[in-house]
């Protein structure tokens, strides 16, 4: 393996590591904001379609169909990849349900990185060329926009902040969703503060 590839293995699996960390303190914060707030984001009197044949439910009328978004093509060294690794990964080919599964998950998020991974494990050879660095270096920016997603959200900063910075999240639910919360719906920590 190129020193190359292995600087870049370490960055991703690094990056992958930070974002699960991210996503674990980020499920703690919103369980307290949930039960704190989670009852203002409830819709009251919003109507839903119910189709009485299929059971489906939606809030857009019959008629009204979404547009299917337009498949983008995927770049063609990650289709042979992929469909190598598919045909080793498959179960009736002797594979595993949760690698054919995650193989497949990579290729639709076209992230190379993955599938390197599991081109390793099963000692399929692979060259990682100049014009490769585009697909990793979007892995990587799609792994830290992720990051600083959960990081950005209300969720995260009321957790993470002190008692000015949560009444400040507070507020600016109260101005995002147009609603005034009740003084009791407040944490008990922060009363002294309204």
């Known amino acids: 393996m190129s020193r190359y590839l292995k600087k870049i293995s370490h960055k991703y699996e690094f990056l992958k590591l930070e974002l699960e960390e991210t996503e674990e303190e980020l499920e703690s914060y919103l369980s307290e904001w949930s039960k704190l ?3 203002y984001f409830v819709q009251k009197e919003s109507e839903m379609w119910v189709n009485e044949e299929t059971g489906e439910m939606r809030k ?7 547009e299917k978004p337009t498949k ?6 990650l289709k042979k990849l992929y469909k190598k ?6 179960p009736d080919k002797g594979g595993k349900v949760d690698d ?11 992230n190379l990185l993955e599938l390197l991974k599991f081109a390793g494990l099963y000692d399929l050879d692979f060259e990682l060329e100049e014009e490769d660095e585009t697909l990793v ?6 792994i830290q926009e992720e990051i600083q997603g959960h990081k950005g959200s209300m969720a995260w900063a009321y957790g993470k902040g002190d008692k000015a910075a ?16 009740k003084k ?4 008990k920590e922060l009363l002294d503060l309204i």
Do not use: R
Request: net charge positive.
């Open 37 to 39: 707030f989670g009852k």
């Open 60 to 66: 857009d009328p019959p008629g009204k169909e979404e």
């Open 72 to 77: 983008k093509q995927k770049p063609e060294k």
């Open 85 to 90: 690794l598919s045909t080793y990964t498959h």
């Open 100 to 110: 054919f599964n995650a193989v497949k998950e990579a290729y639709q998020k076209e």
């Open 137 to 142: 270096n979007k892995t990587f920016t799609n």
């Open 166 to 181: 949560k009444l400040a999240v507070i507020k600016n639910l109260e101005n995002h969703l147009g609603i005034i919360i």
């Open 184 to 187: 009791e719906d407040y944490p």
